[in-house]
């Protein structure tokens, strides 16, 4: 007899956009707060590294995935979805008690150590989801336009130079928030005693 706690089939995992993608909009559009939360002081983070982290989201779920039904059907919204929402849940949780003064030693060490698998892991799945893309775009002709002057803008390209700026972002933002983590960490009594 086997027992089964958790059954993730095929289904499941196609019909993540269709079951959450609302919810999932709503939650990303509202995380725009975010940044507002920044600039007027109640919460303590850098503007441009959130700003890059939120307008990545935004992009990836409004212009690439909400825009290509096709795209909405792939394993990688499913995945996408997971990592946004397990590192949401604990920097969330985390800011929230700092903000109102409460600070647990084993919740500030997982909210500074969790991003660090899981943001790369972010960033490679955005990509693949904006790959996975490319063959929609290119054959409904989705965001191309013609200009005057026999210019044109061809939506594919755009989400190839995006890619490469997908990836320097990455690095800008991963390395503050590991200085952040240095800066959080160092001054948190982790340290063994000495006996």
Known sequence: MTVRFFSFGEDSMVDT???IGLVMRLCQSISLLELLHICVG??????FPRFLQLTERI?????V?????EVQEKYVV???FVFWNLLDMVRYTYSMLSVIGISYAILTWFSQTLWMPIYPLCVLAEAFAIYQSLPYFESFGTYSTKLPFDL???FPYVLKIYLMMLFIGMYYTYSHLY???RDI???FPFKKKKM
């Open 152 to 154: 044109s803008i061809y």
């Open 17 to 19: 956009f269709y079951a």
């Open 42 to 47: 109640i919460e303590p983070n850098h503007l």
């Open 179 to 181: 200085s952040e983590r």
């Open 78 to 80: 499913c995945v996408l």
């Open 59 to 63: 992009i990836i779920l409004f212009v």
């Open 185 to 187: 960490l160092g001054v």
């Open 65 to 69: 995935i909400t825009s290509q039904e």
